[in-house]
């Protein structure tokens, strides 16, 4: 399976991504440049945390405006898996692949710790190797992950099992109803603002990340045994 | 050309933590009749005359960057200035 990882000026986790793709999973990995045109040779995109182009103006408002942004969208549209973490996360909701937007943290703080999630849907292609309600822990690191969005949106986003991950006991950023990752309603781009690329190895202090990269790959390879 | 000045700030709606802290800090200075305070963004932009009207070019840029519109207003002042 190849991954590409989108790097953008100041995406600053493309590499932990990478390393995820690479060297825990085994798989095909290749960096992205935000000026490239095709994504066409690859199955899965992943966007990067960091602070692309700075945050100005607001957090991914500059990146969702980049050449490859296109492609992202055009291998939304053909199934493939998109996972956007963080700035990533913040990049998907500018370009309008998943609803909703960003609020500073409630706090005002940067917060980098662990924290507790909750996998509230298990039955995605990112989080089919955990259990419903597993708790997992996860790094956080961010100054803009307060998620919101409108009544309407949250009702459709709960009817539609679109909220995949919240904060289990303590929200860190006042999102709303917890909300730490959603999914569209497709069900194959995935954006959540805590990093399970920097929990992939019991090294890193803990390796509860690992399970969704696994989860992508295990998806894709069903997929494609069927289809052989 | 034309000189643009475009105010951003959050909607009514959303919840303003900058301007949630501002407002307690205003308080506690001794302006506790302070009711609201709401942090947006000014930006100036100029530009030259083409086909399109202005205005409709103003907005399309609005809409299209300069605001997210799923939790932010926008309105803007345009200012005709004369090149000598």
């Known amino acids: ?228 | 050309m034309y000189k643009v000045k475009v105010y951003v700030t959050l909607r009514e709606s959303v919840l303003d933590p900058q301007g949630t802290a501002v407002k307690k800090s205003l308080d506690t200075m001794g302006y506790p009749n302070v009711q609201d305070v709401r942090i947006g963004k000014y930006m100036e932009l100029t530009l030259e005359k083409t086909e399109r009207k202005i205005e409709e070019v103003v907005e399309e840029m609005c809409e299209r960057l300069l605001s997210n519109p799923v939790i932010e207003d926008y309105r803007y002042e345009i200012e005709e200035s004369v090149v000598l």
């Open chain 1, 1 to 228: 399976m190849r991954f590409a990882v989108i790097v953008f000026p100041g995406s600053n986790c493309d590499v932990d991504m990478y390393h995820a793709a690479k060297d825990e999973l085994g798989e095909e990995a290749e960096y992205v440049w935000h000026d490239s045109t095709s994504l066409e040779d690859f199955d899965a995109v992943l966007l990067p945390g960091g602070f692309s182009f700075g945050d100005y103006l607001r957090t991914g408002a500059i990146a969702r405006f980049s050449p490859i942004m296109n492609e992202v969208v055009k291998a939304a549209e053909a199934g493939k898996p998109v996972l956007g973490v963080c700035n990533g996360f913040q990049v998907l909701l500018e370009a309008g692949l998943l609803p909703g937007a960003m609020r500073r943290n409630e706090s005002l703080k940067f917060i980098c710790r662990p924290v507790q999630l909750k996998v509230k849907n298990n039955e995605t292609m990112f989080t089919s190797s955990y259990q419903k309600d597993e708790v997992i822990q996860i790094p956080i690191a961010h100054g803009e992950g307060n998620y919101y969005c409108d009544e309407q949106t949250l009702a459709n986003l709960k009817a539609n099992n679109q909220i995949v991950f919240t904060y289990d006991g303590t929200n860190p950023n006042g999102s709303i109803e917890d909300i730490a990752g959603i999914i569209n309603a497709q069900g194959n781009v995935l954006g959540m603002m805590p990093h399970p690329e920097r929990a992939v190895d019991p090294l890193l202090g803990g390796a509860d990340g690992l399970k969704l990269f696994k989860s992508i790959v295990k998806q894709w390879r069903e997929t494609h045994a069927v289809k052989a």
